[in-house]
């Protein structure tokens, strides 16, 4: 066979090759265009009607990112059926790898499905303060699979979001106005009224204190060696530690001023003689 006759030959291959799969190719890339084009607006479409939900934007951006992917992956099936490619197994393939990669990301999947279930609930958004997985903190950032906050003295948790959606969750700043106990001891000897008169004009004299509901001083036990007298009164959430040790250490202050004592715990010890 000479040259001629193999270049006849390929070219009569090919030739064949094009007829007998070329239409399938053709229609599977304009599927793939099309399919591509189709998926982006409905992308597209899914990010718009997420944003107009009011849908948190970090769970917004991650469920619009599994919707085009999903898609994609789907489409990407489609077209390679199309030509020929046996998909069954391929299929069952992706199905093993799939269940390999959960049993090995068991604690990832964990926090993985906690975060989801966060910002679809919205049990705390960013800069609330919350108390949750035994940590108390502002928060900094909601992610897909942990929670940051910021504590008083500046530090920085990460709690995975497995162990926040599965404890309690305790979020100081979903409503306006807080209401301030403060215990304060006096002895036994002293005036209970004029006690309780000192503490009256120093809540009286805060503007941060909420007049309603109306503040409440009441005699709240009798201990061992104190008479406690409890002040209840609300203030606005943003107001309430300053109030709290404002009031404290006025009380003080005010109680030496009125001679009124604060005890502390004592104990009496008789010695007897033998006679």
Known sequence: MNEV???DEHTQLVTDLAIQHGPGLLLAIVTLLIGLWIINAISRGFGKQFERSGMEKTLRNFLNSLINVGLKALLLISVASMVGIETTSFIAVLGAAGLAIGLALQGSLANFAGGVLILIFHPYKV??????????????????????LTTGDNKTIIIP??????????NYSTQATRRVDIVFG??????IKKAKDVLS????????I???PEPMIVVSNLGDSTVDITTRFWVNSADYWGVFFDLTEKTKLAFDANGISIPYPQTDVHVRQAA
């Open 127 to 148: 800069g609330d303060f919350v108390e949750a997985a035994g940590h108390s903190g502002v928060v900094k950032s909601i992610e897909i699979f942990s929670t940051v």
């Open 210 to 212: 909420l007049t309603d």
């Open 5 to 7: 006759e193999k270049v």
């Open 161 to 170: 979001n497995g162990a926040v959606s599965n404890s309690a969750i305790t």
């Open 201 to 208: 004009e120093l809540i009286a004299a805060d503007e941060r």
């Open 186 to 191: 006096i002895g036994y000897d002293d005036d």
